[in-house]
């Protein structure tokens, strides 16, 4: 027997009052179909878990996209992962899983400009999201320090280091890439020492550890901030000719 009309309007308001939105909107063509396949009703409930579920799920990866701020066109599908060598195509397959980042395992990816770092790791950083629902998030370094400036004049370092804290994994570009002054090396160096044991730091960089002193100012500082990215961490060397350079050459050999 189907329901009465006061039944149904007592039934939407449960299900409005239980967030079950997806199940509010089709039970009812959900249940004209149980009907006519003559389904048990255990198969009708499990219809209505799964969508609500299913929907859920898709709403959730979409708000993680949202607030991971990444460049979502660099993706695993529009990188050429052929280019990469075999050692850190492994790798890469690794961190794919996932796992890392519950042992708060750090990234560092070196590599001369336009090796393809930034995009691999955004790459990365999206299936983390879309494959196993983690909380990422992406910055340039120097808009990153930007940030922690402001908050430390505002008294609020505290609170933005605990905001972050929230992600998985912070992705950071290009740290070393514009100079920074002591102060500022002060707040990265901070957020840094923050995240040590306590969530993964993913980061490009152009220059190798022999010159990040040009970062850190002072030697101490410089080991101090080496000493806990490297501790957990997986190096990806890209070692490799720039993908812009290489693609405008092909685009001019093959004009000739
Ligand atoms: P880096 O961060 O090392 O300077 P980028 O990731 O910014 O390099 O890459 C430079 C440009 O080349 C970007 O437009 C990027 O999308 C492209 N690119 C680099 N490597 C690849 C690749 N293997 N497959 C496809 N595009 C690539
Ligand atoms: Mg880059």
């Not at 979502?72 to 790798?91: G, I, M, S, Y």
């Not at 002060?186 to 990040?212: C, H, Q």
Request: net charge positive.
């Amino acid at each position: 027997m189907a329901l009465s009309g006061a039944m149904k309007t007592e039934l939407t308001q449960h299900l409005r009052d239980l967030h079950l939105p997806t199940i509010r909107e089709c039970y009812m063509e959900q249940a004209d179909k149980a009907r006519k396949e003559d389904l048990a009703h255990e198969r009708y409930l499990l219809e209505l878990a799964r969508r609500e579920s299913e929907v859920r799920r898709a709403n959730r990866i979409a708000r993680l996209l949202r607030e991971s701020r990444l460049p979502l066109e660099k993706n695993l599908e529009t990188f050429d992962c052929k280019r990469l060598p075999a050692r850190v195509h492994q790798q890469v397959e690794v961190l794919l899983e996932g796992a890392f980042l519950d042992q708060h395992e750090n990234v560092l990816a070196f590599g001369n400009p336009g090796s393809g770092k930034t995009h691999l790791l955004c790459a990365i950083g999206q299936e983390l999201i879309v494959r196993h629902g983690r909380r990422v998030y992406f910055t340039p370094c120097n808009l990153l320090v930007q940030e922690l400036l402001i908050a430390k004049r505002d008294l609020k370092l505290a609170r933005v280091l605990k905001r972050l804290a929230g992600h998985d994994a912070i992705i950071i570009d290009d740290i070393g890439y514009v100079q920074q002054n002591r102060e500022e090396m002060e707040v990265l160096f901070a957020l840094l020492a923050d995240r040590y044991e306590r969530g993964s730091v993913i980061l490009t960089s152009n220059l190798p550890f022999s010159k990040w002193e040009s970062i850190f100012k002072d030697p101490m500082t410089t080991a101090a901030a080496i000493d806990r990215l490297v501790h957990h961490s997986v190096i990806l060397e890209l070692n490799l000719t720039s993908y812009r350079l290489e693609a405008s050459k092909k685009g001019k050999e093959s004009k000739n």
